[in-house]
């Protein structure tokens, strides 16, 4: 693993806790001004800047404090000289929807630029897979 690779599997992990923990400062440390997110819950067209990409997460934390999880299951990260991407896959659920879906995941798509020696991360992308067809055998 190279120290770029390091660098930002360190800033997804404290990104994760930091969500985890509804720390909206630390949910936006290590995000660039210009950010575009792309999430389950519309807009549709994305949120665009560092002030829509803060206005997603009360109702999220909200949603999170009865008892939801948020934790990284599986990273990868890929980085180049000044940008990067990782990918995983994450709990993010409420226990009882991990008993009635065990295999579902959150999928995270991160898109990363390098400034004056920083990562910062400029794309988000959240998804889950499409569990409305029962015969589906793939889908928890």
Not at 23 to 31: I, K, S, T
Not at 38 to 48: A, E, I, S, T
Not at 110 to 139: I, T
């Amino acid at each position: 693993m190279t120290d770029d690779e390091a660098q930002i599997r360190t800033l997804v992990e404290r990104w994760a806790s930091a969500v985890h923990k509804g720390d909206l400062p630390q949910v936006l440390a290590d995000h660039a001004d210009d950010i575009v997110m792309f999430d389950v819950p519309p807009p549709y067209d994305g949120v665009h800047g560092i002030d829509a990409y803060r206005d997603t997460w009360p109702p999220f934390f909200a949603w999170q404090a009865q008892g939801a999880s948020f934790e990284i299951v599986s990273l990868d990260v890929v980085a180049g000289v000044d940008v990067a991407y990782a990918y995983a896959l994450l709990h993010c659920e409420t226990p009882q929807e991990r008993v009635e879906h065990p295999a579902n995941r959150l999928r995270l798509t991160l898109g990363l630029r390098k400034e004056e020696g920083r990562w910062l991360v400029a794309h988000e992308h959240h998804s889950f897979p499409d569990s409305s067809d029962p015969d589906r055998s793939d889908v928890g």
